[in-house]
T-cell receptor, first 115, second 112 residues
Framework: DQQVKQNSPSLSVQEGRISILNCDYT??????FLWYKKYPAEGPTFLIS?????DKNEDGRFTVFLNKSAKHLSLHIVPSQPGDSAVYFC??????????????FGSGTRLQVQP | DGGITQSPKYLFRKEGQNVTLSCEQN?????MYWYRQDPGQGLRLIYY???????QKGDIAEGYSVSREKKESFPLTVTSAQKNPTAFYLC???????????FGPGTRLTVL
C-alpha cells in the first residue's frame, strides 16, 4: 500500500522552462511534506518542505504547492537548469501511535533538463 | 565539517554471510534511520532509533539488526536471513522531533 505516489517516473524539460513534479498521498494524517533531490550513488539532499498548515512555500527557484483537499503536492522549478537533472523524491511525515516520525517516500521522478 | 558518513561505499558479500554497514554522524542528532533503496522504488525504512539504547523496527526489518550504543553511531547488520540483500543502503539522522532528515552518501551492497 503506497501512501505516497509519484506517478511520473521521468520528466524531460528544456533549459529555462518550468519543471513541475507531482506527488499524491493517501494518508490524511500526514502533516509535513518534503522534497529531496538525489544524484546517482549519493544520498538524497533536502530541497524544500511545507507544513500542512500552509499551501505554498517558496525558496529561490523552487516552490512547493500543497492542495490538502486533493491530497496533492507539486514542486515547481523555474527556470530549470541542467544542474537540476536528478531524481526527485517526495516524502511525508505523520505522527503515529508509536511516536515514529520517519519519512514515507514516493518512488521518485527522474528529471532531465535539456540544454 | 558536520555530517553523516557511511562506510564502505561499495561492499560485496558472499551469500550466507552477515555484513555490517557503518553509519556515523557528528551533528549531535538524537534520531537515526536506515533506509533501503531498490531500482525504481522509493526509500523504505528498515530500522530507526530516536534515542541511544533504543531502536524500533521499520517497514522491512526482517533479516536486519541494529544497535545504538552511542549517539553518534547506528550500525546496520544485514544477516543471512535477508532474502534479497543487494541494494543501496542509506543512513539518515535528525533532531529529536525534527522534520528534516539528513542523509549519508550511502553504501551499495552486492551479494555474490
Amino acid at each position: 500500500d503506497q501512501q505516497v505516489k509519484q506517478n511520473s517516473p521521468s520528466l524531460s524539460v528544456q533549459e529555462g522552462r518550468i519543471s513541475i513534479l507531482n506527488c499524491d498521498y493517501t494518508n490524511s494524517m500526514f502533516d509535513y511534506f518534503l522534497w529531496y533531490k538525489k544524484y546517482p550513488a549519493e544520498g538524497p539532499t533536502f530541497l524544500i518542505s511545507i507544513s500542512s498548515i500552509k499551501d505554498k512555500n517558496e525558496d529561490g527557484r523552487f516552490t512547493v504547492f500543497l492542495n490538502k483537499s486533493a491530497k496533492h503536492l507539486s514542486l515547481h522549478i523555474v527556470p530549470s537548469q541542467p544542474g537540476d537533472s536528478a531524481v526527485y523524491f517526495c516524502a511525508a511525515k505523520a505522527w503515529e501511535d508509536t511516536g515514529r516520525r520517519a519519512l514515507t517516500f514516493g518512488s521518485g521522478t527522474r528529471l532531465q533538463v535539456q540544454p | 565539517d558536520g555530517g553523516i558518513t557511511q562506510s564502505p561505499k561499495y561492499l560485496f558479500r558472499k551469500e550466507g554471510q552477515n555484513v555490517t554497514l557503518s553509519c556515523e554522524q557528528n551533528l549531535n542528532h538524537d534520531a537515526m534511520y536506515w533506509y533501503r533503496q531498490d531500482p525504481g522504488q522509493g526509500l523504505r525504512l528498515i530500522y530507526y532509533s530516536q534515542i541511544v539504547n533504543d531502536f524500533q523496527k521499520g517497514d522491512i526489518a526482517e533479516g536486519y539488526s541494529v544497535s545504538r550504543e552511542k549517539k553518534e553511531s547506528f550500525p546496520l547488520t544485514v544477516t543471512s536471513a535477508q532474502k534479497n540483500p543487494t541494494a543501496f543502503y542509506l543512513c539518515a539522522s535528525s533532531m529529536s522531533w525534527g522534520n528534516e532528515q539528513f542523509f549519508g552518501p550511502g553504501t551499495r551492497l552486492t551479494v555474490l
